[in-house]
């Protein structure tokens, strides 16, 4: 996950990472937080990019977000609330 230092996301960063850690307890070995400047904010898996906060024009729902690592790494699993639209 890349967040904009200059913009100071980092808590943003952080908190979207902590969700995402505890939601995939087992299935994701790490997340990253990379500093960067230029108002960036992406969120990618394995290469891919599943969010630009530039791209989508705006931050993620973390309900949504959830969703687009589930999809990604497990299609089958039950999201519970967060599978809720």
């Not at 906060?53 to 949504?64: C, S």
């Amino acid at each position: 996950m890349e967040y904009c230092t200059q913009c100071r996301w980092l808590l943003r960063a952080a908190w979207t990472a902590q969700e995402l850690l505890t939601t995939f307890t087992t299935d994701l070995g790490e997340v990253a937080l990379v500093p960067g400047t230029g108002g960036v904010f992406e969120v990618r898996l394995d290469g891919e990019t599943l969010w630009s906060r530039k791209e989508q024009n705006g931050f993620p729902e973390i309900a949504a977000l959830k969703r687009l690592v589930r999809d990604r790494i497990d299609p089958d699993r039950d999201l519970g609330h967060s599978d809720r639209r």
